[in-house]
C-alpha cells in the first residue's frame, strides 16, 4: 500500500479543548473568541451521562473516539484497561486510515504519553507534548501559552494540517487550587484569549480562502463552588460545546448534543463516511427539527 497522503480538498478542522469550564460563568465573563465560534455557529450544553465519570479521562476519551465509556474503557484519570487500540482517537484514525496529516499539542501526561495507561492520542501525523514543570496554575498557565504557540506553528507551518486536537488545562487547574473564584474567571479568559490565537492563525494561513474551516470547541466537565469534580452534581455534570462550520448554519438551534458526537461531526466536516466496523455512539451536529404546526 502506498504511504502517500490522500487529497485532503478544501476541509479543514480544529478542535480546542478547554479543561473544565463551568458553563454557567461564560455569561459573566470576556470570552470574544468563543463568542465568535457561538455566533457562526451554536454553542450548546452538554450532560455527562450518568454512565461516565465526571472526570478527564474519561470525558476526553469520548470526546475524541466518538464511543462510551463501555466501548473505550477508560473509566478514570488512569487510563490502564483501555480499548484505545479498537477505538482510537480522531486524530489518530484520520492518519492511520485515510492518510491525512493530524496533530495533537498539550501537555496532561495520559493524554500524550506512555504514562498511567495512556497515550489516548496514540499516532497522529504530529503530537507535540508541552508538559507543566510542576502541578499549579502558575506552571500550567504556561503551559498552556507554549502549547499555543506550538499550536499555531503547526497550523501556519508549510506543513498543511488537516485535522488537529489543541488540549488547554489551566483553567482546570486553576479551580482545583483556588476554587471557581476571581482567578478561575481569569484563566477561563485568559484561555480564550488563546483560543483567539488560534483563529487568528487559522486565518492567516496562505491557502485560508480556498479553505473551509470548522471549529470545534469543547470542556469536559464542570467543577463545584470550590473546586473539584468527579460526582454528580449538575455543576459537575454540566459540559458544553461550541462550533462552526460549513455544515452548521449560523443561530441554528442544534438538537441535543453529546460528547460522542465531537469526532463524529469531526469526520462529517472533512466529508468522511464512518466505517460501521468503527461502531461510533456519536453522529454529526445537526439543525434541531423544525416542529410541525398541528391540525385544527
Same mark, same amino acid.
Given at each position: 500500500?502506498s ?7 478544501p476541509?479543514r478542522?480544529?478542535?480546542v479543548?478547554?479543561d473544565g469550564?463551568?458553563?454557567d ?22 450532560e455527562v ?7 478527564s ?13 463501555a466501548?473505550? =474503557?477508560?473509566f478514570?484519570?488512569?487510563?490502564g +484497561?483501555?480499548?484505545?487500540? !479498537?477505538? @482510537?482517537?480522531?486524530? %489518530?484514525?484520520l #492518519? ?19 504514562r498511567? =495507561?495512556?497515550p489516548?492520542?496514540?499516532?497522529? +501525523?504530529?503530537?507535540s507534548? !508541552?508538559? @507543566?514543570?510542576?502541578d %499549579?496554575?502558575? #506552571? ?7 502549547t499555543?504557540?506550538?499550536a499555531v ?8 494540517q ?6 488547554? +488545562? ?16 481569569r ?7 488563546r483560543?483567539?490565537?488560534?483563529l487568528?492563525?487559522v ?12 471549529v ?22 454540566t ?9 452548521l448554519p ?20 472533512l466529508?468522511i ?5 468503527w ?11 423544525v416542529?410541525q404546526?398541528?391540525?385544527?
Amino acid at each position: 500500500m502506498s504511504s502517500s497522503l490522500w487529497p485532503a480538498g478544501p476541509r479543514r478542522v480544529l478542535v480546542v479543548g478547554i479543561d473544565g469550564v463551568r458553563l454557567d460563568l461564560l455569561d459573566q465573563l470576556a470570552t470574544p473568541a468563543l463568542d465568535e465560534v457561538a455566533a457562526a455557529g451554536f454553542l450548546a450544553p452538554v450532560e455527562v451521562d450518568e454512565a461516565t465519570p465526571t472526570m478527564s479521562g474519561p470525558c476526553w476519551a469520548t470526546i475524541v473516539t466518538g464511543v462510551t465509556v463501555a466501548k473505550h =474503557g477508560v473509566f478514570g484519570n488512569h487510563f490502564g +484497561g483501555n480499548r484505545l487500540d !479498537v477505538f @482510537p482517537d480522531f486524530t %489518530t484514525r484520520l #492518519a492511520r486510515t485515510h492518510r491525512r496529516r493530524t496533530f495533537a499539542v498539550g501537555g496532561w501526561d495520559p493524554l500524550f504519553l506512555a504514562r498511567e =495507561g495512556g497515550p489516548l492520542f496514540a499516532a497522529p +501525523g504530529r503530537l507535540s507534548y !508541552v508538559g @507543566p514543570l510542576e502541578d %499549579t496554575p502558575e #506552571a500550567w498557565e504556561v503551559c498552556d501559552e507554549r502549547t499555543t504557540a506550538e499550536a499555531v506553528a503547526l497550523l501556519t507551518g508549510e506543513d498543511d494540517q488537516q485535522a488537529g486536537f489543541v488540549y488547554l +488545562g489551566a483553567v482546570d487547574e486553576t479551580a482545583h487550587f483556588l476554587g471557581c473564584g476571581e482567578e478561575y474567571r481569569r484563566a477561563i479568559e485568559t484561555a480564550d484569549a488563546r483560543l483567539g490565537r488560534l483563529l487568528a492563525a487559522v486565518r492567516s494561513r496562505p491557502g485560508y480562502p480556498d479553505e473551509e474551516w470548522t471549529v470545534i470547541v469543547v470542556t469536559d466537565h464542570g467543577h463545584v463552588d470550590q473546586g473539584g469534580h468527579g460526582g454528580r452534581s449538575t455543576l459537575e455534570r454540566t459540559a458544553w460545546v461550541a462550533a462552526c462550520g460549513p455544515d452548521l448554519p449560523p443561530g441554528v438551534p442544534v438538537r441535543p448534543v453529546r460528547h460522542v458526537d465531537v469526532a463524529a461531526h469531526v469526520y462529517q466536516a472533512l466529508q468522511i463516511v464512518p466505517d460501521p466496523h468503527w461502531t461510533l455512539d456519536g453522529r454529526p451536529f445537526a439543525p434541531a427539527p423544525v416542529p410541525q404546526p398541528t391540525g385544527a
